[in-house]
C-alpha cells in the first residue's frame, strides 16, 4: 500500500471529486490537517464515498493533535489506526509497553466522536470504541471545540 502524503494537489484532488472549491490557502501541514477534516466533513455531509487515505489522515491528525493540545498529559493513549495515536490527558503516565489505558476506534468513529456526530456513550455501546483503564474516558473531552478562537486559555 503506498503512502502518500497531504499535499495540496491530493487535497484539491479530493474537494473536486466531492464538488467542492480548490483550496487556495497556506500550503502548511496544520493548515492542510484542518481543510481535510472540513473536506471530509462535507464529504460525509454529501453522503459521498470515503475520502482518500491521506485526507482521511489529515483529518484524523487534525482532531487528534486538537484533543492533544486540549488535554494534555500523557495518562491516556488514544489510538486510530492506520492513521495516528496520541497521549493525553493528564495524570499518571506509562512509561514502558503497551500503556494502561488506551482508547482505541477507527476514523469514522473518531472523527464523528470528536466532531459531536457521535456520542461517547453511544460508540461505546455499539462497540465502535474499544476502551480499556479506568481513564480510558473521553466523555469529559468530545466533542472538540474545532477553532481556537473558541477556546478557552487552559
Known amino acids: 500500500m503506498s503512502r502518500k502524503p497531504l499535499t495540496l494537489a491530493v487535497l484539491n484532488d479530493q474537494r473536486g471529486a466531492f464538488g467542492l472549491a480548490p483550496y487556495t490557502g497556506a500550503d502548511e501541514p496544520a493548515e492542510l490537517r484542518r481543510v481535510a477534516l472540513d473536506t471530509v466533513l462535507a464529504g460525509i455531509e454529501a ?19 486538537r484533543l492533544a493540545e486540549l488535554a494534555p498529559g500523557r495518562s491516556v493513549e488514544v489510538r486510530v489506526p492506520p492513521y495516528a495515536a496520541v497521549q493525553c490527558i493528564d495524570g499518571p503516565h506509562h512509561t514502558r509497553g503497551t500503556p494502561s489505558n488506551v482508547v482505541e476506534m477507527d476514523a469514522a468513529a473518531w472523527i464523528g466522536l470528536a466532531t459531536g456526530r457521535l456520542a461517547w456513550d453511544d460508540a461505546v455501546t455499539a462497540g465502535r470504541v474499544r476502551a480499556s483503564g479506568s481513564r480510558a474516558d473521553l466523555s469529559a473531552h468530545v466533542p472538540l471545540p474545532l477553532d481556537r478562537e473558541n477556546t478557552q486559555p487552559g
Open 47 to 65: 453522503g459521498s464515498t470515503e475520502p482518500s487515505r491521506p485526507v482521511m489522515m489529515g483529518a484524523v491528525r487534525f482532531l487528534l493533535d
